[in-house]
């Protein structure tokens, strides 16, 4: 069974830093392409930043670039997102999920992705 579990989610000030962690089992993690998403009540699923199943070509979201920063170690399963200069409208549900096709490029679609895991709550506040 393919289990995702996000951490690191917290209510932080304006201009404030989070880590966001998620830790995968029960999948071949070294070739998924793993993504991080977002989701507000009432708003669509978001695609934040992803990565590669070898670790390069990271892609972000516009409206993170500069301010967000995804990796991964294939080593411990586990991929990680660093958030930087934190403002209001990052506040969200964040979810780490897991794409579908093996050795993928890098999207943000959410429709590529079928592992999701549970989600960590970031709330930014002014």
């Known amino acids: 069974e393919v289990q995702l579990a996000e951490s690191g989610g917290d209510s932080v000030q304006v201009g404030g830093s989070l880590r966001l962690a998620c830790t995968a089992s029960?999948?071949?993690?070294?070739?998924?392409?793993m993504g991080w998403f977002r989701q507000s009540p009432h708003k669509e699923r978001e695609g934040v930043a992803c990565?590669?199943?070898?670790?390069?070509?990271?892609y972000y979201a516009d409206s993170v670039k500069g301010r967000f920063t995804i990796s991964r170690d294939n080593a411990e399963n586990t991929v990680s997102l660093q958030m930087n200069s934190l403002k209001p409208e990052d506040t969200a549900m964040y979810y780490c999920?897991?794409?579908?096709?093996?050795?993928?490029?890098?999207?943000?679609?959410?429709?590529?992705?079928?592992?999701w895991g549970q989600g960590t709550q970031v709330t930014v506040s002014s």
């Open positions: 029960g999948l071949r993690f070294e070739g998924r392409t």
């Open positions: 990565i590669m199943w070898s670790g390069g070509t990271p």
């Open positions: 999920g897991a794409d579908m096709r093996w050795r993928a490029l890098c999207s943000l679609v959410a429709l590529d992705y079928n592992n």
